[in-house]
């Protein structure tokens, strides 16, 4: 008796992710991994507005300019322009990001003027 052997033809299926044309695609692997990394460094206790903050505005100083990495991003705050902490529209346009300095400053700067005009 003849022994029939089966053999499955392979056949090359494309990726349907790999075949779109997204802007994800000409993303390096460096800068998935950074990004990455960089999400991983907030807070998964954070709220929710200071990550979308630092997503929005980057990590940087809106007053001084100074530019935060992942070994100082805890010293770039979230300051609500109004006063406000639950006034936090998804546009981000009540956020701003400062460094514990111009945060401070911001903040001395309602005392000192409550101060002068009474």
């Not at 998964?44 to 940087?60: F, T």
């Not at 990495?69 to 010293?75: D, F, G, P, S």
């Amino acid at each position: 008796m003849a022994r029939i052997t089966f053999k499955p033809k392979r056949k090359l299926i494309k990726n349907k992710k790999t075949a779109s044309t997204s802007s994800n695609q000409n993303i390096s692997a460096k800068e998935i991994a950074e990004k990455l990394k960089r999400y991983s460094v907030v807070s998964k206790n954070a709220p929710e507005y200071r990550i979308k903050s630092l997503e929005l505005h980057g990590w940087i100083c809106a007053k001084c300019g100074r530019e935060f990495n992942e070994t100082n991003l805890h010293e770039l705050t979230v300051h609500h322009k109004d006063s406000n902490h639950k006034n936090n529209p998804s546009d981000g346009s009540n956020w701003e990001n400062l460094c514990i300095h111009c945060h401070e400053d911001e903040h001395s700067r309602d005392i000192l003027s409550d101060h002068i005009t009474k």
